[in-house]
């Protein structure tokens, strides 16, 4: 019962490099997101899909890109990191829009990011 | 836009204080209402929620009202304990079909022995 896996768990990057934070999920949920949570910030919405082949923008997409070819997974791409993109990233799943009604958003346990 | 204001932190308190943290919202119609927990190198989970006005949600000896009037969600538990030590959340989702929840920016609470 895996729920929400997220990797990795922590990374460093150099400024102007490239990678991939790597989300999975196995409860076939539909609704897929990516939030950074910044100190004293809460969380803010990166990217989200409704479904496989559907994604769109949250409240901070600049500087990052998604896909979402199958319905268990959700990639996030950085592709020239940069210091302002040094966060926490919260992937998260659920069956109902945000987690409404009787199902509740189900989150991974978080990616380190920190661009130096 | 929709939004979510909760209490600044960080909150400290003693072992079996009374908790309040104190949530309000802006948002259009009638918005589902959400607590979420985060404890310490974890990711967030739903800790309680209310779907219309005047529920009360209630999980783990928390508890919140849905308050349209004064358009509050406030956090309550009469007595915390030690492992209640955590970041606190109060997040929406709005009617009308909104995919995306929105979220305060979180209150620490560290609950000392």
């Known amino acids: 019962n895996a729920g929400v896996t997220q990797t990795p768990k922590f990374r460093i990057l150099k400024i102007g490099q490239s990678m991939t934070l790597q989300c999975t999920q196995d409860m076939n949920h539909n609704y897929m997101y990516w939030y950074r949570q910044d100190p004293g910030m809460g969380l803010k919405l990166i990217y989200y899909s409704v479904g496989a082949g559907i994604t769109d923008k949250g409240e901070v997409p600049n500087g990052y890109n998604v896909s979402r070819s199958t319905t268990e997974d959700f990639p996030l791409r950085l592709e020239l990191a940069a210091p302002s993109q040094t966060s926490v990233y919260f992937c998260?799943?659920?069956?109902?829009?945000?987690?409404?009604?009787?199902?509740?958003?189900?989150f991974g346990a978080g990616s380190r990011l920190t661009v130096l | 836009g929709d939004s979510v204001t909760q209490m600044e932190g960080p909150v400290t308190l003693s072992e079996e204080a009374f908790l309040t943290i104190n949530c309000t919202y802006t948002a259009t119609g009638y918005p589902s209402l959400f607590w979420y927990v985060q404890y310490p190198g974890e990711g967030l989970q739903l800790l309680l929620k209310a779907t219309k006005a005047d529920d009360k949600g209630s999980n783990k000896g928390f508890e919140a009202t849905y308050r349209k009037e004064t358009t509050s969600f406030h956090l309550e538990k009469g007595s915390v304990q030690v492992s209640d030590s955590a970041v606190y959340f109060c997040a929406l989702i709005s009617s009308g079909g909104s995919e995306k929840l929105v979220f305060g920016k979180g209150t620490k609470l560290t609950v000392n022995p």
């Open positions: 998260a799943s659920s069956y109902s829009p945000g987690g409404s009604g009787a199902n509740v958003l189900t």
